[in-house]
């Protein structure tokens, strides 16, 4: 028997550069480092819509062959595997166990009693936020527990850090290139501050993988702002510390929906280097405003434009910000974070 069975989006042998992907893979990781690859077995679930008896039937033998099951599905298999497990464990008892990723299920569960009463009927629930914990408690589900998002990127010592001292300040983003993700506000506000001040005071290095729908489009908007923006392409997490420490800030301008507890601030924290973030769902209470980074209203025109001009005029406040970063990253490291599970699986 294995102690546990890991059913999830691992994508192996494949790049993705989603936070589904890389929290399934983290968790793979982490529980590997703690207990052995020998005592862990995967069923990755990339693609399965296109073979559902055969993920089904591994569904099954995951169960027969583990003690305790760790799903991690996404809003696409949220309604089909904690009911498949919940189904075909009755007569064998295991532990079932649901790592949430993103901040969406508090909403899911509010609107559908049946996917209520299916995930209230595994064992544990683990979310990466209070606030998300709180409103579930709230809903009536009550085998939640607090599980913060961790990468398994490395903190920089306090003696790497990198301190930009002269124009031009270096820019990034590092997500998913989407509109979602604000990609094309953060183009729109570095090309809109260098144009007003007549000169280039910021570059912007965009990290990730482009959105095929988004192509095109994000081509175009590159050839329009100038020289002043450049796609750097896919990264892995495993490398964003070396990628990311020369950056002055990392813009990560969102509005998706589904956004919990973004991968990307950990990097950026991770690597010294502070956020500036909407103040979109779950991110101010990751990101300490004037501490760490600084969140702004989303939607509100000119506001991070404003706040990239108090940037160029006093770059001092961001770069006092860096040892706060590696303060704040040394909280979501994995062996720490990781505890609360593995105390559940015993």
């Given at each position: 028997m294995?102690k546990?069975?890991i059913?999830?989006h691992?994508?192996l042998?494949k790049?993705f550069?989603d ?7 983290a968790v ?5 480092k ?5 005592n862990?077995?995967?069923l990755?679930?990339c693609g399965?819509k ?7 039937l591994?569904?099954i033998?995951?169960l027969k062959?583990c003690d305790n099951?760790?799903m991690?599905?996404?809003?696409g298999g949220?309604r089909?595997?904690?009911a ?6 009755r ?12 901040g969406w ?11 209520f009463n299916s995930?209230s009927r ?8 209070e606030?998300m914990?709180?409103?579930l ?8 527990l607090y ?6 990127t490395?903190?920089?010592d306090?003696s ?6 002269a124009?031009p ?5 590092f ?10 506000k953060?183009v ?6 260098n144009t007003?001040?007549?000169r280039?005071?910021?570059l912007?290095d965009?990290f990730g993988k482009?959105?095929?729908e ?7 908007l590159c050839?329009?702002s100038g020289d002043?923006?450049t796609y ?8 964003s510390t070396?990628?990311?420490k020369?950056?002055?800030?990392l813009?990560?301008p969102t509005?998706y929906k ?7 601030i950990?990097?950026a924290?991770a690597a010294g280097v502070?956020?500036i973030a909407?103040?979109?769902?779950f991110?101010?209470?990751i ?6 980074g600084l969140v702004?209203t989303?939607y509100?025109?000119?506001?991070l434009e ?8 006093n770059p001092q406040r ?7 970063c ?12 990781v505890?609360?599970?593995?105390n559940?699986l015993?």
């Amino acid at each position: 028997m294995y102690k546990v069975g890991i059913c999830g989006h691992l994508g192996l042998g494949k790049d993705f550069a989603d936070g589904q992907t890389d929290k399934t893979r983290a968790v793979y990781k982490a529980l590997v480092k703690a207990l052995g690859k020998e005592n862990i077995t995967v069923l990755d679930t990339c693609g399965w819509k296109r073979k559902p008896a055969a993920v089904f039937l591994n569904c099954i033998k995951l169960l027969k062959s583990c003690d305790n099951i760790i799903m991690m599905p996404a809003q696409g298999g949220v309604r089909v595997f904690p009911a498949l497990f919940e189904a075909f464990n009755r007569k064998l008892n295991r532990r079932l166990h649901y790592v949430v990723v993103g901040g969406w299920l508090p909403g899911m569960l509010a609107e559908d009693k049946k996917l209520f009463n299916s995930i209230s009927r595994l064992d544990r629930v683990y979310v990466e936020l209070e606030p998300m914990k709180s409103e579930l408690s709230m809903l009536g589900l009550g085998n939640v527990l607090y599980l913060p998002n961790f990468r398994e990127t490395h903190s920089l010592d306090e003696s790497g850090l990198v301190y930009t001292e002269a124009e031009p300040y270096r820019l990034c983003t590092f997500s998913r290139v989407t509109p979602e993700k604000g990609v094309d506000k953060a183009v729109n506000a570095v090309t809109a501050v260098n144009t007003r001040l007549g000169r280039t005071v910021f570059l912007l290095d965009i990290f990730g993988k482009v959105a095929p729908e988004y192509e095109e489009e994000f081509a175009a908007l590159c050839k329009k702002s100038g020289d002043f923006i450049t796609y750097k392409g896919f990264i892995n997490t495993d490398s964003s510390t070396d990628e990311l420490k020369s950056c002055f800030a990392l813009l990560f301008p969102t509005v998706y929906k589904g956004e919990g507890f973004a991968g990307t601030i950990v990097d950026a924290f991770a690597a010294g280097v502070p956020v500036i973030a909407t103040d979109w769902n779950f991110n101010s209470h990751i990101i300490r405003n004037g501490v760490d980074g600084l969140v702004y209203t989303p939607y509100k025109d000119g506001e991070l434009e404003r706040i990239l001009l108090e940037a160029a005029e006093n770059p001092q406040r961001l770069n006092l910000m860096k040892k706060a970063c590696l303060e704040r990253a040394a909280h979501f490291e994995a062996d720490k974070a990781v505890e609360t599970l593995l105390n559940e699986l015993e």
